[in-house]
């Protein structure tokens, strides 16, 4: 069934459901909000961004960090290879190889943790988003409160982004001021858990190093 049928079906049940002003004339109040604005504007979401982005870096710099050591090697074979005796070249070759696969892996278990603290950071965010627009959307008696990435037109006047968030930040002064203390070292190891959007890797992949 499209998309479209769905909210319009929801729409409509809503609309039924809501308590009229008067019995021939029912006023239903509805608003609009963009929770990517949500996501990048309230002090808990600059934060969590501010974290993913500290988290991609520290990653990035490990696998650059290798990458270095790969191509010191390969440049030291090329240079020393003449007067290399075989036994030497063949172990100088086998470590270069040997520092390819821990790059390959490297590789892997940063996406895979920078998968696993996206998943983490905007799951609790999105549950936090949610009681807010209950919270929101009870105190200012709204019929309904829809997500801006299903609504195909609305006009500025039903659009309550700006008010939501402010009233995000109202609501979770506790965890934004949680979420700007320093990181526990001990602690650093992300936890598991599910995804919004497609997973960030790390900045760059490491150009494969030239074999010698």
Do not use: C
């Amino acid at each position: 069934m499209p998309r479209w049928i769905d909210l319009a079906t929801a729409l409509l049940l809503a609309l039924a459901a809501a308590p009229a002003m008067a019995q021939d004339h029912p006023v239903y109040k509805i608003g609009v909000f963009d929770p990517e604005t949500v996501w990048k504007t309230t002090e808990v979401g600059k934060k969590y961004n501010q974290d993913l982005s500290d988290a991609r870096d520290r990653l990035q710099a490990s696998i650059d960090k290798k990458n270095q050591e790969i191509e010191a090697l390969v440049e030291k074979l090329r240079q020393q290879q003449a007067s290399l005796s075989d036994d030497k070249a063949q172990q100088m070759q086998k470590d270069i190889q040997n520092k390819r696969v821990e790059l390959g892996r490297m590789n892997e278990d940063a996406t895979s943790e920078m998968k696993q603290k996206l998943n983490e950071v905007q799951g609790r965010f999105q549950q936090m988003l949610l009681d807010t627009v209950e919270t929101y959307g009870k105190e200012k008696s709204f019929t309904m409160i829809l997500n801006k990435a299903v609504v195909d037109y609305n006009s500025e006047q039903v659009d309550i982004t700006q008010d939501l968030i402010a009233k995000f930040n109202d609501v979770n002064k506790v965890q934004a001021a949680a979420a700007s203390k320093p990181a526990d070292k001990k602690s650093s190891t992300p936890a598991k858990a599910p995804d919004k959007k497609t997973p960030e890797k790390p900045k760059e992949t490491p150009k494969e190093t030239p074999r010698p």
